[in-house]
């Protein structure tokens, strides 16, 4: 298994409680580079998840989305660093250029404070969402061009990268250049490629824009976060050395 591979998968631990996600990431400490908690986890676990889960060796996403007045997002921001063990952290670029200048403002004072501060990453938009989806909440335009300019606005407001769907990731890395972080979620393995995944073909669940492992990684992506192919696997280690290899034969 290749170390450059392990931590480029983010593994989502999308779990409603601490017990079950960490039975899982114990299991995979040494198969994925990075733990992903989001707002279910931590709004039942609270910073014990952080502690707990980053006590296991990969790396700390805390995936909470922040979103609201640029003061309260700068508090959310230096509350989440003086957790610890945090490398990245995530806000929605919809919230605009002052509030992620906050969120970077207070990435910032806590650096010339002496503390480690994770990377900020902004959400484009959902990969959930299709062109439908945006036409309906007053977004127009098709979801590629809209990621890729909300995409220059979170480098020019700070951000250290952004998380888009796999397929816009050639698009963001010409507009934002090689050293802008892009982390892409909705991946989805090959059916029949392995025992990643009990999917069924063509089912998407939630997923509007998705892609494979090898195509994230072919086209860009710096990080790939996987959830249910692993979480919801008859063997979840089996599933994730899969995925795996699929990003080493991506990189090769």
């Known amino acids: 298994m290749s170390e450059r591979a392990r931590q480029k998968l983010i593994l989502a ?8 996600a960490l039975e ?5 400490a ?35 989305k922040f979103h609201d007045i640029p ?11 003086a957790l610890g063990g945090v ?24 650096k010339a404070a002496k503390f480690p501060v994770p990377q900020l990453l902004a959400i484009t938009i959902l990969t959930s969402m299709d062109n439908a989806a945006l036409r309906a909440v007053g977004i127009n335009g098709p979801a590629s061009g809209r990621v890729v300019q909300l995409a220059r606005l979170a480098k020019k407001s700070g951000m250290d990268g952004v998380v888009a769907s796999p397929q816009e990731v050639r698009a963001i890395r010409r507009a934002c250049g090689k050293d802008f972080l892009i982390v892409v979620p909705g991946i989805r393995p090959e059916v029949g490629a392995g025992p990643a995944s009990k999917q069924k073909k063509g089912k998407r669940d939630d997923q509007a824009r998705i892609a494979t492992p090898a195509a994230a990684i072919r086209a860009g992506a710096d990080y790939i976060v996987v959830g249910r192919p692993i979480t919801g696997a008859a ?5 994730a050395r899969a995925i795996l290899e699929e990003i080493n034969l991506a990189l090769s």
């Open 30 to 64: 040494s198969v994925v580079g990075i733990f992903k908690i989001n707002i279910h986890l931590f709004t039942a676990e609270g910073p014990l998840a952080v502690r707990k889960l980053g006590q296991l060796g990969p790396g700390i996403f805390l995936d909470l």
């Open 24 to 28: 899982l990431a114990q299991s995979l």
């Open 87 to 110: 490398q990245f952290l995530d806000i929605h670029a919809l919230g605009g250029v002052e509030m992620m200048g906050a969120a970077a403002k207070a990435r910032d004072e806590a």
């Open 235 to 239: 063997d979840p280690d089996s599933a």
């Open 13 to 20: 631990l999308d779990f409603p409680s601490l017990e079950p």
């Open 71 to 81: 003061n309260t997002v700068k508090g959310a921001v230096s509350s989440a660093i």
